[in-house]
């Protein structure tokens, strides 16, 4: 079976800096996006940050140029480094890991999966 496990969250200042990681277990074979996801208070899930398997990269029109994705293949694992926090960036943050191509033991699998969330929150 495959699991994400984020870590990363807290509580920090306005202008501050959070690092968020979220990284697959199991034995993949190949992932086809990463992406980030955050929900407010109140709010809708909304795309922060997406990373394709082609290396291709995208984000929110509201994190762009304070947010950067990045990513370790070789650990499956993705990050989003959140500089010149806002008070408006405090939500629950969720991984998403698009059509990860896996076995368990001789039996291929390609599923979708969600991590557990993290919370981010911005003092003003």
């Known amino acids: 079976q495959v699991q994400l496990v984020e870590s990363g969250g807290g509580l920090v200042q306005a202008g501050g800096s959070l690092r968020l990681s979220c990284a697959a277990s199991?034995?993949?074979?190949?992932?086809?996006?990463m992406e980030w996801y955050r929900q407010p208070p109140g709010k809708q899930r909304e795309l922060v940050a997406g990373f394709t398997r082609s290396g291709n990269t995208n984000y929110a029109d509201s994190v762009k140029g304070r947010f950067t994705i990045s990513r370790d293949s070789n650990k499956n694992t993705v990050y989003l480094q959140m500089d010149s926090l806002k008070p408006e960036d405090t939500a629950f943050y969720y991984c998403?890991?698009?059509?990860?191509?896996?076995?368990?033991?001789?039996?291929?699998?390609?599923?979708?999966?969600w991590g557990q969330g993290t919370q981010v929150t911005v003092s003003s």
């Open positions: 199991g034995i993949i074979l190949s992932i086809n996006a």
């Open positions: 998403y890991f698009d059509r990860v191509r896996y076995y368990v033991g001789s039996t291929y699998y390609i599923k979708d999966y």
